[in-house]
């Protein structure tokens, strides 16, 4: 099975760690949407509409602006010094302007891949 | 079996079927008439359902939720895009897995890249050019296989531009999942307002005769066999039901959709076979 990439909020993350209680998954790898609003050199932070904001670890050749909406591709890992969890940018979508975006239908995607399961991932729980 | 031929004859007595006849037109008329409807739809899916579409039989078209759906589309990262003489073949990701979409060059269009009016801008030429890689593209196609490689013949890739396109088209593939899976959503709602009102009329539509006969507790099921169960209600027929053919007739269906819907009510214990395993009539008690 190709790799297979959750579209997620922040509150799903610690799911998708690789130490996760919730047993082990095929993938630590998943989707974020967020708008960037900090970035300095190799860490940026982007914030997740009214869910949050996510750290991500940037690689030398991510292209960030501030202000932009994003699609990252990442892993879930340990921040350093203990600071929770955070993202491993292994790709990103440049999507424009924020306000293009309707957030909510963002929401409700995220809600829809995991109520109905079946056409989106695989289960491995 | 006599006694629902007898109902048979004079349903067709308007129709102008003969007795023996039944048998021939649902068995020649309602596949062909099948295959004509569900050619013409196309469907929303996710990459992985396309993974997961089966054949029922080899060239058959492909089926996602024993539905039809050999035009499907779908919206994902381009991950590679080779070009070569005959064709371009891109790789689409869209979170849910990978798949390979051919796009085969089309000599007309070709030829009109040559035109003055394709050399004005890119946007004269087709939408090929504007395709990038890792950007977001939407396809519309049919699902092939070549060998054991399953791929997607491409009538359209265009670039996605609107993450909100993306958006609704992920809801919308699960939304056409559940219709297939769980029926209907109105049907439903109908049952539990419509409970009291339908009680009294026989011969009401859709939804509201299970509200009139069975309560609210119909457990989900598929479309057809909603319509399975609806005629098995409705249709005046002896205490030994309906036979699976005269259902396919009735209801304008395939035969084999028919004998699937009916498993899935026997699974569910909504109807019982009687004088043979093709023949169903309505569990009440």
Partial sequence: ?125 | MDGGYGYQNNSYGGGGGGGGGGFMPGETNSPSGGKGESNQTLRPVTVKQALDATQPYPEANYQIDSADASTICFVGQVRNISSQSTNVTYKIDDGTGEIEVKQWNDPSSADSMDTDEAKEGDDGGSGKPKIELNGYAKVYGKLKSFGNKRYVGAQVVRPLTNINELHVHLLEAAAVHLFFTRGPPGPKTEAGSGGAVGKGGEMSMGGGDYAAGNNKALPAMSPVARRVFNLLKNEPQSNEGLHMQLIAAKLNLPATEVSRAGDELLTAGLVFSTVDEMTWAILEY
């Avoid at chain 1, 940026?44 to 509409?49: D, E, P, V």
């Avoid at chain 1, 991500?56 to 890992?77: A, F, N, R, T, Y």
């Fill in chain 1, 1 to 125: 099975m190709s790799l297979q990439t959750p579209r997620v909020l922040p509150a799903h993350l610690h799911a998708f760690h690789p130490s996760s209680a919730t047993g082990p998954r095929a993938t630590h790898t998943v989707r974020l949407l967020g708008t960037v609003t900090a970035l300095r050199g190799d860490t940026a932070t982007i914030t997740c509409g009214n869910n949050g904001d996510v750290t991500l670890l940037l690689k030398p050749d991510s292209h960030l602006q501030m202000g932009k909406l994003i699609e990252v591709v990442g892993k879930v890992v340990d921040l350093e010094g203990g600071q929770g969890l955070g993202v491993r940018v292994l790709g990103t979508m440049d999507w424009g302007n924020p306000a293009d975006c309707d957030y909510k239908a963002y929401e409700y995607v995220v809600e829809a891949t995991h109520r109905v399961k079946g056409i989106f991932y695989d289960s491995n729980e």
